[in-house]
Each structure stands twice: as structure tokens, then as C-alpha cells.
């Protein structure tokens, strides 16, 4: 079936600093999806993607969705304490909406 | 607007036990699905309805797992019986129809422990 490969799996950084994760696959996707998950809580969706090439922001989260529609990644800039979570990539294709999810990237924001 | 909702948030039991969940979603959504995440993953889509009937149930195991959503709106997810690795979140997120893009809310997710 379909799978996403996510990387890194967890990321250990100084308050300040920028963040960049990736996400790839095997299949072509046709919309691209980053979500974060706080313990204890279901996804949150951040931002989505719906073209190749297409570059979105929201506030310190930019993610851009590759043209070869393989791939897409997150970055965050000047992260803050409450950016740690877990982000999920997930790409979705046009049958019926089923969204396939990447194994996420743990974030770990040191003060 | 309130958010999706789920039921019990933590349940614990032992093998070959039964257990449902159950999910209320946003008012007005048409579509409702059941995730399984299992620590360390991601969410898993086990089933997806839209109003009352299945649309995708591709990879619920139904030899133990079943769902339904009989009038529409709230639905139950049960395992019977449990088996060790059934352990994991059962998320149920819900969205206004199953078109591209059209974004999915979670709800917190009840954590199942089988012993």
C-alpha cells in the first residue's frame, strides 16, 4: 500500500532556532497535509497543500508541496517552547478522501 | 463550535474482553472515520462513513472489529474480543464531505490498554 517515510523521527533544538522536516513517498499525492499532535490529543491540522510547487505559510510555518508530487516539508522558524508536538505529514489522493499518515517527526524545544 | 467528541478517554482491559468507543462528531458533518494509532505511528484509517453508509472499511479487521453509525451522526467503534496489539489511540475525526482537501477533525482519541 501507500506509505510516507518522515524524517527526522525526533528533533532535539534551542528555543530560537529554525526546524526543517521532510516527507516522502513512493506514490504521487495530490494533496499534502502537515498536522500537529500535542500528548494526549487528536491531529490539529497546520497547513495544506494542493498543487505542485505550491509554497503556503502560516505565521512561523511555511511547507511546500514538491512538483514532483513525491514529497513535501515543514519548516518552522524561531521555534518557541509550545512548538513541541508531534508533526504528522499525510497525503491524500482523490478516492474518497482516505488520508495516508507519515510516521511523524517528535519535536523538542529546549529553552 | 464544538469540537469532535469521543468516549470513554481511557479504558483498560483485558485480552479476549470486549470494548466500544464511541464518537459524536461536529454538528453538520457528513462524513465520520475511525483511526488507530498505535504508539510511535501514525493514524490509520480503520473506517470511513459517509451519513450512514460505509465508504472505505478496507482495512478494518472484521473479524473482530465492527462499526456502525446508524442514524447518521454518532457512531461506535467495538472490538471483540481484544487481542494484545489492539493496545493503541482509537482517534474519530469527522469533515463536512470526503472531498479533496476538505479538512478532518480529531477528536482527542480514546487510549485502549489490553493486558
Known amino acids: 500500500g501507500q506509505q510516507l517515510n518522515q524524517s527526522p523521527q525526533s528533533m532535539f533544538i534551542q528555543e530560537g532556532e529554525d526546524v526543517s522536516m521532510n516527507c516522502t513517498s513512493s506514490s504521487i499525492f495530490n494533496t499534502w497535509l502537515w498536522y500537529k499532535q500535542d500528548p494526549g490529543e487528536g491531529p490539529v491540522l497546520l497547513i495544506a497543500l494542493y498543487k505542485a510547487g505550491e509554497l503556503t505559510s502560516n505565521g512561523r510555518l511555511t511547507a511546500q508541496f514538491g512538483i514532483t508530487r513525491k514529497d513535501s516539508f515543514l519548516n518552522i522558524s524561531a521555534s518557541i517552547p509550545s512548538d513541541v508536538g508531534i508533526y504528522f505529514c499525510?497525503?491524500?489522493?482523490?478516492?474518497?478522501?482516505?488520508?495516508?499518515f507519515g510516521q511523524g517527526t517528535e519535536l523538542s524545544v529546549k529553552p | 463550535e464544538a469540537g469532535v467528541a469521543q468516549s470513554p478517554r481511557y479504558k483498560i482491559i483485558e485480552k479476549r474482553q470486549s470494548v466500544a468507543f464511541w464518537c459524536n462528531p461536529i454538528s453538520g458533518h457528513a462524513t465520520l472515520y475511525w483511526y488507530q494509532q498505535i504508539l510511535g505511528q501514525g493514524p490509520k484509517l480503520l473506517i470511513q462513513?459517509?451519513?450512514?453508509?460505509?465508504?472505505?472499511d478496507s482495512q478494518l479487521p472484521k473479524d473482530r472489529f465492527s462499526a456502525e453509525r446508524l442514524k447518521g451522526v454518532d457512531s461506535t467503534l467495538k472490538i471483540q474480543p481484544a487481542k494484545l496489539e489492539d493496545s493503541a489511540v482509537y482517534l474519530c475525526?469527522?469533515?463536512?464531505?470526503?472531498?479533496?482537501?476538505?479538512?478532518?477533525?480529531f477528536g482527542p482519541g480514546t487510549r485502549l490498554t489490553v493486558l
Open positions: 499525510a497525503g491524500l489522493n482523490n478516492q474518497g478522501g482516505k488520508l495516508i
Open positions: 475525526a469527522s469533515s463536512l464531505a470526503p472531498l479533496v482537501g476538505d479538512t478532518q477533525y
Open positions: 462513513f459517509q451519513n450512514n453508509g460505509v465508504v472505505d
